[in-house]
T-cell receptor, first 112, second 113 residues
Framework: EDQVTQSPEALRLQEGESSSLNCSYT??????LFWYRQDPGKGPEFLFT???AGEEKEKERLKATLTKKESFLHITAPKPEDSATYLC?????????????FGIGTKLQVIP | NAGVTQTPKFRVLKTGQSMTLLCAQD?????MYWYRQDPGMGLRLIHY???????AKGEVPDGYNVSRLKKQNFLLGLESAAPSQTSVYFC????????????FGEGSRLTVL
């Protein structure tokens, strides 16, 4: 059974204090690993897709990396507007999106 | 563009009542999905559709039915609501060749008393 474990469950940072969120996964064959951002009362918003170990992607203050067992979402010099819940998901291969397993998420709070 | 629109956003039902959630997307996506999100659990797939006129069961389909009569609409029905169906429901869609990017609606919060 595919599994996604995110840690920590919650993280509180001071503005400008860089940190990382972890996503550990087990999947029969990885087709893709996804990061989403979810604001309170809203639907998840897509951030990144990573396909293979060693791959990295960046967007503003966020950088996602991937190994064979986990992914990290690095947040550099965060701002209060980065406060949100960050979801990790894996898509097994073979399979379409019905094979996507989501983690519970990490709730990030950035304090001014 | 509106993207993915869900109606209603909030609903309170009594046990045994029925209702339908509507999802509409204006991006001409082939694939559409219904998820539920509960505290302490990741998003779980209820039903999905790979094109107009098709539907399939996801991880937690019991107690729900769906229909996709038009490409842009995906309906989720509860025939006899139960308290265990209290949840936030999200509709999502993506293009056939979409590289991992699911577009989500803003959610429908359902409470069953």
């Amino acid at each position: 059974e595919d599994q996604v474990t995110q840690s920590p469950e919650a993280l509180r940072l001071q503005e400008g204090e860089s940190s990382s969120l972890n996503c550990s996964y087990t999947v029969s064959g990885l087709r893709g690993l996804f990061w989403y951002r979810q604001d309170p009362g809203k639907g998840p918003e897509f951030l990144f897709t990573l396909y293979s170990a060693g791959e990295e992607k960046e967007k503003e203050r966020l950088k996602a990396t991937l190994t064979k067992k986990e992914s990290f979402l690095h947040i550099t010099a965060p701002k209060p507007e980065d406060s949100a819940t960050y979801l990790c998901a894996v898509q097994a291969s073979p399979g379409g999106y019905q094979k996507v397993t989501f983690g519970i998420g990490t709730k990030l709070q950035v304090i001014p | 563009n509106a993207g993915v629109t869900q109606t209603p956003k909030f609903r309170v039902l009594k046990t045994g009542q029925s209702m339908t959630l509507l999802c509409a997307q204006d991006m001409n996506h082939e694939y559409m999905y219904w998820y539920r999100q509960d505290p302490g659990m990741g998003l779980r797939l209820i039903h999905y559709s790979v094109g107009e006129g098709t539907t399939a069961k996801g991880e937690v389909p019991d107690g729900y039915n769906v229909s996709r009569l038009k490409k842009q609409n995906f309906l989720l029905g509860l025939e006899s609501a139960a308290p265990s169906q209290t949840s936030v429901y999200f509709c999502a869609s993506h293009h056939r060749t979409g590289a991992g990017e699911l577009f989500f609606g803003e959610g429908s919060r359902l409470t069953v008393l």
